[in-house]
T-cell receptor, first 111, second 115 residues
Framework: EPEVTQTPSHQVTQMGQEVILRCVPISNHLYFYWYRQILGQKVEFLVSFYNNEISEKSEIFDDQFSVERPDGSNFTLKIRSTKLEDSAMYFC?????????FGSGTRLTVV | AQSVTQLDSQVPVFEEAPVELRCNYSSSVSVYLFWYVQYPNQGLQLLLKYLSGSTLVKGINGFEAEFNKSQTSFHLRKPSVHISDTAEYFCAVSGPNFGNEKLTFGTGTRLTIIP
């Protein structure tokens, strides 16, 4: 069964550093998403991406965040200057007419 | 916009007993409904989904849920739980453009199975 692949599985970074979280969506899916889950809390929508542009973003997705699809396979989330409160599990997802497929997540720890 | 309320943050249940995890939603448009399970330190796994048709939906691992439009609910049930069902369960809703709309999640219910 096709999978959404996320790398790395864990990332530790110092406050103020830039991080890039990577995702490989399912190849024939058209919509791509990033969600965030702070430890012990609910899963929150960050951004959706379609046709090489952002289709919707939440209030969380401020100027520190950006997304990109640099080639035909990867989908990245960049946090320019990480803050302690960015520590969370970040999930990538892609969708087809049959529904969502989530990746296994990247646990980001900002120290 | 949609919202989801999961009324119980934690539910302890004895092994082999039945369980119901409650979910209510709010939306001004038609919705699609989902239950996801998250095992410790893992990602989100789809248990089941309601798109249309029969209001009783069967999913993996013996779970089922019933869509009740009048009560705006989508409660998850299992007749007999197992230790391996210990996990966090999230109810989620999307709008009518299935496949190209975000999911809105509830706050989750932690199911703990007592041996």
């Amino acid at each position: 069964e096709p999978e959404v692949t996320q790398t790395p599985s864990h990332q530790v970074t110092q406050m103020g550093q830039e991080v890039i979280l990577r995702c490989v969506p399912i190849s024939n899916h058209l919509y791509f998403y990033w969600y965030r889950q702070i430890l012990g809390q609910k899963v929150e929508f960050l951004v959706s991406f379609y046709n090489n542009e952002i289709s919707e973003k939440s209030e969380i997705f401020d100027d520190q965040f950006s997304v990109e699809r640099p080639d035909g396979s990867n989908f990245t989330l960049k946090i320019r200057s990480t803050k302690l409160e960015d520590s969370a599990m970040y999930f990538c997802a892609s969708t087809s007419n049959y529904g969502y497929t989530f990746g296994s997540g990247t646990r980001l720890t900002v120290v | 916009a949609q919202s989801v309320t999961q009324l119980d943050s934690q539910v302890p249940v004895f092994e082999e007993a039945p369980v119901e995890l409650r979910c209510n939603y709010s939306s001004s448009v038609s919705v699609y409904l989902f239950w996801y399970v998250q095992y410790p330190n893992q990602g989100l796994q789809l248990l089941l989904k309601y798109l249309s048709g029969s209001t009783l939906v069967k999913g993996i691992n013996g779970f089922e849920a019933e869509f009740n439009k009048s009560q705006t609910s989508f409660h998850l049930r299992k007749p007999s739980v197992h230790i391996s069902d210990t996990a966090e369960y999230f109810c989620a809703v999307s709008g009518p453009n299935f496949g190209n709309e975000k999911l809105t999640f509830g706050t989750g219910t932690r199911l703990t199975i007592i041996p």
